[in-house]
């Protein structure tokens, strides 16, 4: 198969490589570890004890090992996929995804030449070293390298320079940007979901709050490329949006903090997540 052998031909070359499907998403995961309930792969934030043979849990599933590559378990995997993608971060490397022609311009004029392969909507820009990934850290702008994977779109051109600080910095001022919020909606440590019984101001049922909510669960959990930190948004703005008329208290805090955990499992940064999902409820809560 075409896919298998590019796959074959980048892991000699040391890049983590992995399937995508139509749409750009990994291969979803089987049973075992749906909704990742076996713990996750080892290389994940919260490490785990999965051990699947499939290349499940997206890009902590990438590898160089040609024995998966080739195995029974993955060629299922590569008969649907449609491209390969590789893990940046563990290929030493940061891939800066310009997505729009005003980002790389913005680019072009502020950071340092390096390799540059051209995509389907501008460029990626691609710098020796790691740092953590961050989605949206400028308008049509994501870094991706530690915990995201990028699709191969060929060698490109230019000469590998180092990871400059300038890159560094706009994941960081994501992190401390300040943002108004009249009060905590999102308790540190997440609870045990959004129950009924805690919250007697509510007029809705526990199935209608928790179909809603699963629903935004799923979609979130669908952008493990990109769009997860909007998805957040989107779903908190919409459960906010069911509790207007609601005498109150909902207590939100247990179902904004699962928006928070679903949106941290596909690689978004806890102070971004968290921020995303503030946003989202105070704007109607």
Same mark, same amino acid.
Request: charged share 20%; with cysteine.
């Given at each position: ?156 051109? /230019?000469?590998? =320079?180092?990871?400059?600080? &300038?890159? #560094?910095? *706009? $994941?960081?001022?994501?992190? +401390?940007? %300040?943002? @108004? ?45 990109? /769009?997860?930190? =909007?998805?957040?948004?989107? &779903?908190? #703005?919409? *459960? $906010?949006?069911?509790?207007? +008329?609601? %005498?109150? @208290? ?36």
């Amino acid at each position: 198969m075409p896919l298998v052998a590019l796959a074959l031909d980048l892991a000699r070359t040391g890049l983590p490589v992995m399937p995508v499907r139509e749409g750009k998403g990994p291969v979803g995961n089987c049973r075992t570890c749906h909704g990742n309930a076996c713990g996750g792969r080892p290389n994940m934030l919260i490490p785990g004890p999965c051990r699947c043979p499939r290349p499940c849990h997206a890009w902590a599933a990438a590898t160089t090992n040609p024995n998966i590559l080739t195995s029974a378990a993955w060629a299922r995997a590569w008969r649907d996929a449609v491209a390969v993608a590789y893990h940046p971060g563990g290929a030493g490397v940061t891939v800066l995804d310009l997505d729009t022609a005003e980002a790389v311009t913005w680019a072009r004029a502020n950071l340092p030449a390096t390799v540059t392969v051209a995509s389907t909507r501008g460029e990626h820009w691609i710098y020796r070293g790691t740092m953590r990934s961050s989605n949206g850290v400028r308008d049509g702008v994501d870094i991706k390298s530690l915990m995201q994977y990028a699709r191969w779109l060929g060698h490109g051109t /230019g000469t590998l =320079t180092d990871l400059p600080d &300038a890159v #560094r910095t *706009l $994941a960081e001022r994501e992190d +401390t940007n %300040p943002f @108004p919020a009249r009060r905590t909606l999102v308790s540190s440590t997440p609870g045990g979901g959004w129950s009924r019984t805690a919250t007697p101001g509510c007029r809705h049922t526990q199935r209608f709050i928790r179909t809603g909510l699963n629903q935004g669960l799923a979609r979130i959990r669908s952008h493990r490329e990109h /769009g997860a930190g =909007t998805a957040a948004h989107s &779903a908190a #703005r919409f *459960l $906010a949006a069911q509790h207007r +008329t609601c %005498p109150g @208290p909902c207590h939100l805090d247990d179902a904004a903090a699962e928006l928070v955990a679903a949106a941290e499992s596909v690689g978004v940064p806890y102070a971004y997540a968290l921020r995303s999902v503030t946003r989202g409820l105070e704007l109607t809560y």
